[in-house]
């Protein structure tokens, strides 16, 4: 069967996740996955004063090392390989780009995932937003940044890319017409985007993005990765087996995954 891969998983680093990076590993293991990676939180996502997001910028040379030693503990090759990839989401924020890019230079990573989580002070993932604000000048306003995002050559992937539907708003046309346009940005920058399952267990209830601009995507040859955004070990992989029936149906052949920042693909399990 073709490998398995879960390329997006945070830690208790966010503040906003639980469990240790080990049961995170474990569970990876149990649920036949062959490639996961950890993609925590960069530190310089916008916070309340009272709050905070994402790990410290002092946590994260720690960080990178408890990858390394899971890396050296659980790494193997043989008749069932498993690998554990170093990746970190980051927040796209036009002014923090050069920390972005001072970071993105420090460590090896194996991918880099580019991701907008705020305009302005409102986060996306507030319901209140979607009550103050309609969803078509959110839209309006997230996709422009995802735009600048994929043409500054941020990430190896996008996040969650229709992220403003997560909270069970959705604009009268979808989400297609705010994705079109992006698409040749995408693909002259050899980015991708991945299908993350997390959006199934959200108000949205599908995945981010949803079907019509996962076949769009595809069509036009734009990579695909797969994610399951876990903040908990037990929803490693999740929705994988919806995941993977929806790619067959849309006709996916390959996924890809990441290596020291190189695209690799792999066939649809
Ligand atoms: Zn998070
Ligand atoms: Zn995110």
Redesign the pocket.
């Known amino acids: 069967m073709p490998p398995l891969i879960d390329f997006h998983s945070h830690t208790t680093r966010c503040c906003h996740a639980s469990g240790s990076m080990d049961a995170y590993v474990e569970q990876a293991l149990a649920k036949g996955i062959a490639e996961f990676g950890f993609s925590d939180h960069s530190h310089w996502m916008l916070h309340a004063r009272d709050q905070r997001y994402a790990m410290r910028a002092d946590e994260q040379d720690d960080y990178v090392a408890d990858v390394r030693r899971l890396q050296e503990r659980y790494n193997r090759d043989g008749e069932t390989p498993f690998r554990i990839r170093l990746g970190m989401?980051m927040d796209f924020i036009p002014s923090r780009l050069d920390v972005a890019r001072d970071t993105a230079r420090r460590y090896e990573w194996d991918y880099l995932i580019g991701?907008v989580?705020n305009i302005g002070f409102e986060k996306l993932q507030e319901p209140a937003m979607y009550d103050a604000w309609h969803i078509e000048d959110v839209c309006e306003i997230y996709f422009h940044f995802v735009g600048m995002m994929i043409r500054e050559r941020f990430c190896d992937v996008v996040?969650?890319l229709d992220l403003p539907k997560k909270m069970g708003s959705m604009p009268a046309g979808g989400m297609l017409r705010y994705v079109e346009p992006l698409i040749p940005d995408l693909l002259a920058n050899d980015i991708a985007v991945e299908i993350n399952t997390s959006g199934l267990d959200n108000p949205a209830r599908e995945f981010m993005p949803g079907w019509d601009v996962v076949e769009a995507l595809a069509s036009r040859g734009v990579p695909l990765t797969l994610g399951s955004?876990a903040h908990a070990p037990h929803q490693v992989g999740r929705h994988f087996d919806k995941a993977l029936a929806g790619l067959r149906k849309a006709g996916v052949k390959e996924l890809v995954r990441f290596e020291r920042r190189r695209m690799i693909a792999v066939p649809v399990a």
């Open positions: 989401e991701s989580h996040g969650h955004d």
